[in-house]
């Protein structure tokens, strides 16, 4: 039978929950267990693509094509989890579903309400997960803080579920904060005594509780938390701050959260230890042989979270050369041509992430312009290529206000269009083109010597595209289309003849990178820049 962990935060948001959980799937995976993650959003949207990264950070892309949570980058990334538009549930598409059945006449006669209607889809969708027993334990998050109104639906229906499943089949882990007070030196319990009293309120009593605190965590406090909150003194699991996130799931094996967690769903396995991420992993990262600084260049860089899959593939590159990647974070609008010597005189890869909208468009290409004439290694991601596309239409084969239609629809040289099967698209939810696609690599190419074959599949979410019209003049120039759709009519990679590593890709790679596997792209995109050096 299917076991469910389930996780809530409370005290404040931006705790590490996501991580929190996904840590929680890696040890859970080392003792033997096969894992399913999944995270319930309490907002409307029935999902986050089409949020403003300022409100939601990256949107993450399963190869399913759901445009998802950013946690959901964790889960994959930690574990080995596959995950699809299954694996987070929003409010939104409860509703939508609901409203749907109801519009059906499904429940036909009846007053449709938040219990039980609401509640039995939400645990409708949770248990989906269980279904065929592929998955020995389901963890879910629950977005958001305790006592926000908009979670109450989520957490009476894992409160039911409970319920329903009894105690040794399902427990609730609560993530809580112990803040430090610098002027009395002290830790404080209080905060989380309210929070879980919130939580018993509505009817869950946490088994486990996870302690966020920057000060270990004497005995007597722990005591005291047990009491105040009503569980085990041994469960009162510190989760200190770490300088790498890699440690996370180290530090909570180290503290006996596997065993601890296995106990209260009456689980039995055989030991297991988490040495190849330890030392393959957290030991390079600790201890690296090598550095180089890499330039990312966007117009959202003052947010933590809106390039994060990025960030986490550039560290997984450098951890698989064994180096240390720093990364430099740069804001479009800031290069303008005066200024990209300047900006760029210290670093030894620039890459351009993807993105919409024209903002910021001039200095990706005064960067990418930059990093072509200079040798510079330069990776494009989606908008990076399509910019890299741009600049080399202009500035190599000297077409002139060459752009893409998204922002100029009267350029001369339209080098980058429309799909064709996006001309009618006018909802904007869900209609880009999503998800993974195939691509036929060619031989004798850096994407090539890279991937190591001639076939492969990468994640997309992007409505515009190489201008195949223009294919021949580039190349005539130096362009090398090195990447294409099987049946050869999409462009998905492009790289430049004479350049020490000039690679730019249509699709997302970095939703596919893992700290013990990372991309073939990001680790040769990183062994450039440390050759650069
Ligand atoms: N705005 C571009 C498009 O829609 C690029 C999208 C992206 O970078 N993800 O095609």
């Known amino acids: 039978m299917t076991k469910f962990i389930f996780i809530t935060g409370g005290v404040v948001s931006s705790l590490g929950k996501g991580i929190a959980c996904a840590s929680i799937g890696k040890i859970l995976e080392a003792r033997g267990f096969k894992v399913a993650l999944v995270k319930c959003d309490p907002y409307i949207n029935v999902d986050p693509g089409t949020m403003n990264p300022f409100q939601h950070g990256e949107v993450y892309v399963t190869d399913d094509g759901a445009e998802t949570d950013l946690d959901l980058g964790h889960y994959e990334r930690f574990t080995h989890a596959r995950l699809t538009k299954n694996n987070n549930i929003t409010t939104g598409k409860i509703y939508f579903s609901v409203i749907s059945k109801e519009r059906r006449g499904d429940y036909l006669g009846k007053t449709v309400q938040v219990v039980p209607h609401i509640t039995d889809e939400i645990k409708g969708s949770i248990k989906k997960l269980s279904e065929g027993g592929h998955n020995d334990i389901v963890i879910v998050e629950i977005g958001g803080t305790v006592g926000d109104i908009e979670s109450l639906p989520f957490l009476e229906a894992i409160r039911q579920l409970k319920q329903e499943l009894g105690a040794m089949n399902a427990i609730n882990i609560h993530l809580t904060l112990i803040p430090y007070i ?55 699991i510190e989760a200190l701050d770490v300088k790498s996130i890699y440690e996370v799931p180290l530090m909570f094996k180290k503290d006996g959260l596997d065993d601890l967690i296995l106990n209260c769903l009456r689980l039995k396995s055989k030991k297991g230890d988490l040495r190849s991420w330890s030392q393959d992993v957290v030991g390079v990262v600790k201890d690296p042989k090598a550095a180089c600084r890499i330039a990312v260049v966007g117009k959202y ?45 210290d670093v030894d890869g620039i890459l351009v992430p993807g993105g919409f909208g024209y903002r910021g468009i001039e200095g990706k290409i005064n960067a990418i312009e930059f990093a072509r004439k200079e040798g510079i290694p330069y990776f494009g991601i989606c908008l990076g290529m399509q910019t890299a596309v741009i600049e080399f239409a202009r500035n190599a084969c000297g077409l002139d206000d060459a752009n893409s239609t998204e922002f100029n629809s009267k350029t001369p040289y339209p080098v980058i269009s429309l799909l064709e099967e996006q001309k009618n698209v006018k909802a904007k939810g869900a209609s880009m083109r999503l998800g993974a696609y195939p691509a036929r690599i060619a031989s004798g190419t850096k994407a090539h010597a890279a991937y190591k074959k001639g076939l492969i599949s ?8 190489f201008n195949k019209d223009f294919k021949k003049a580039l190349e005539k120039h130096g362009m090398i289309v ?17 350049h020490p590593w000039f690679v730019a890709v249509q699709f997302h790679p970095e939703f596919k990178s893992k700290p013990d596997c990372a991309h073939p792209l990001f680790r040769e995109f990183v062994k450039a820049a440390l050759k650069k050096q």
Not at 183 to 210: C, F, M, N, W, Y
Request: glycine share 6%; proline share 2%; net charge neutral.
């Open 482 to 498: 090195s990447g294409v759709s099987p049946n050869g009519l999409l462009v998905e990679i492009v790289e430049l003849k004479d």
């Open 182 to 236: 610098r002027s009395a030196d002290e830790i404080k319990t209080k905060p989380t005594q309210h929070s879980v009293g919130k939580l018993r309120e509505i009817g869950i009593q946490p088994e486990i509780l996870l302690c966020r605190s920057e000060k270990s965590i004497d005995l007597d406090v722990k005591q005291k938390i047990a009491l105040f909150c009503n569980v085990r003194e041994g469960a009162v």
């Open 458 to 465: 990468e994640r997309h979410r992007h409505r515009y595209e």
């Open 301 to 345: 860089i003052t947010l933590q979270d809106a390039y994060k899959s990025i960030y986490e593939a550039l560290i997984h590159g450098g951890i698989s050369n064994h180096a240390k990647v720093e990364i430099v974070k740069i804001d479009s609008e800031d290069v303008k041509t005066h200024r990209v010597r300047d900006l760029f005189c």
